[in-house]
């Protein structure tokens, strides 16, 4: 009976070396907005990884795998933590991608949490309160499900919103969405100056793969519960949403916030490169598990000779 094929035997197979996936990473990654433009990113794109569907989940386990190492060291050390943030337009696999990414790490250093439509609670307060309250702690990986960017995206899409947060009218001028893009580019650098790397994710489906979904939740019985007549309103607004996401990621692109536009027609290829910039952010920040002190060591060693005295 064949053994079953590792990460490393699909990635030689393939000729996918840590230099081709950190090429990958760059030609996603956007931390200049001066120079993006949406229309550059193909959603169908797959980077020319000519592999199986069966492969791509080796290659996903793999980075796991990695990442549940990556994880362990950025809980054990408690001094960096790590903020992705997913936004999509509906059914691009944002829930998909992040079940099958976190599959698999400690529950304990990871807080995912779904943005909903704002309650009153929230709307007594500014835009970014609620954010604030659930920011993950040191050592923990905080996953946003939808973000703070649904104040410059959704509701720029349907500005009636902003009447339920009862902002001053003199308040709510042309200039609103400049200005909130502003605070929430100020905000996030303020997070990284306090130990919190920033990944944001942009799930770049395509209209018509969009439609084929939708479809598919129809026609299947057990994915009718995911489709929601709403959905078909919100696609009728697909270039309004698409300028906002220009806007968006021109405003907030930087170094120590980036976005990736990851090509999300193919779920399987989208996974890949959310594991992949998750790791190489962990990775890059050195993280170690804690060096024991000589006074500690002593501790351990006199646990062990306690140990070995018991019958």
Known sequence: MPRPLSPEDVADKHGISPKRITKLLDRYRVTDGATFSLMDYDPSDTASFDIEKAEA???????????????ERLYAQDRWALLCCFQAMDAAGKDSAIKHVMSGVNPQGVQVTSFKAPGPEDLSHDFLWRIHRVLPERGRIGIFNRSHYEEVLVVRVHPELLRRQRL???????????????????????LA?????????????????QKRRFLKRLDEPEKNWKFDAGDLKERSYWERYMQAYQDAISATAAP????????????????LVVVAAVNQALTGLDLRFPEVSSQARAELDEARRELEKER
């Open 168 to 190: 001053p009218d003199e308040l709510i001028t042309d200039h609103i969405w400049k200005e909130r893009l502003e605070a929430i580019a100020a905000f996030e650098r303020y």
């Open 57 to 71: 989940r080796v290659l996903l386990q793999g980075g796991i795998e990695t990442l549940i190492a990556n994880q």
């Open 193 to 209: 100056r306090q130990g919190i790397v920033i990944l944001k994710f942009f799930l770049n489906v395509s209209r018509d793969e």
């Open 256 to 271: 120590h916030a980036p976005w990736f536009v990851v090509p999300a027609d193919n779920k399987w290829f989208t996974r």
